[in-house]
């Protein structure tokens, strides 16, 4: 039966889910360390549901693949209501609601983000072409941080988390996602991870996501570690880093609205 929480998990917490997590991820394959890819790691994680599974539509103009890896992991949420429905029927449904939103409503040419959670634990594919993507070790640039989407990869979490914390089931697959990603990629958690309020002004991905953060990154370093990653072989982020601007008191609330996500500097959408 599922279990709510009413609040974010503790650092305890987190890294009994991490460790869980650890067997759910290492089952999609290996990991990239300094470049170097292993063959297992062509293909996508067991706990990943493809487009297919949630009938996408095709997207309406070619997706951007860029020929190397992204520098973050940006974290979001979805600032839709905390459902208590843990259904896979229910995740498939959330991943349509935003694909249609980001194609009929931002005119965008597909999902904004790469990734998405639901509440109940289920990871799914967002935008086109990103399983392939990763396990190549390329990008594909989605619209989820304005101007910064040629170097961050997206993974959006349901519900709104300003003042409550997500899931534990949702907590565990954040967990092994990031390990999938921090691994395939090469990338060093404690730098790589980050929130979408790090890049532009908006409160996403909520106060209390946003404040386990750290421990997300301690968590996922503590996975790469069990897999015999050697932490001090992943690549730290190139160029300038995030800014951390203000947060806005006056963002929309709406629906599936986390800040802006697409900006003047990009060259996609």
């Not at 889910?17 to 360390?33: D, E, M, N, Y």
């Not at 904004?112 to 594909?140: C, F, K, N, W, Y």
């Not at 565990?172 to 790589?192: D, E, K």
Request: a negative charge; charged letters at 15%; hydrophobic letters at 35%.
């Amino acid at each position: 039966m599922p279990h709510t929480h009413p609040s974010g998990p503790d650092r305890r917490t987190i890294l009994r889910g991490a460790a869980a997590a650890s067997g759910v991820a290492v089952l999609g394959g290996a990991l990239t360390v300094g470049g170097a890819t292993s063959a297992s790691a062509q293909a996508a994680p067991s706990f990943l549901y493809w487009r297919g599974a949630w009938n996408a539509r095709p997207p309406s103009s070619p997706i951007q693949v860029l020929a190397q890896r992204p520098s973050y992991i940006v974290v979001h949420h979805t600032a839709t209501p905390n459902s208590t429905n843990y259904s896979l029927d229910h995740a498939l449904a959330l991943s349509r609601s935003i694909q249609n939103f980001h194609m009929d409503s931002n005119g965008w040419s597909d999902a904004g983000q790469q990734l998405t959670i639901s509440r109940g634990g289920h990871v799914m594919e967002g935008r086109d072409r990103t399983p392939e993507a990763v396990g190549a070790g390329h990008h594909v640039v989605g619209a989820h941080v304005a101007n910064n989407n040629s170097t961050c990869i997206g993974i959006e979490n349901e519900g709104t988390y300003m003042t409550t914390g997500p899931t534990q089931a949702l907590t565990n697959a954040l967990v092994a996602t990031l390990s999938w990603l921090c691994g395939a990629y090469g990338l060093n958690p404690q730098s790589a991870i980050r929130g979408h309020r790090d890049f532009n002004a908006t409160a996403c991905p909520g106060d209390v996501l946003y404040a386990m953060l750290p421990d997300l990154r301690n968590a996922t370093a503590s996975v790469l570690t069990a897999q015999g990653v050697d932490l001090g072989a992943l690549r730290e982020p190139s160029g300038e880093g995030p800014t951390f601007p203000p947060v806005p008191e006056d963002e929309p609330q709406r629906e599936f609205y986390h800040g802006p996500g697409r900006g003047p500097d990009d060259f996609t959408r």
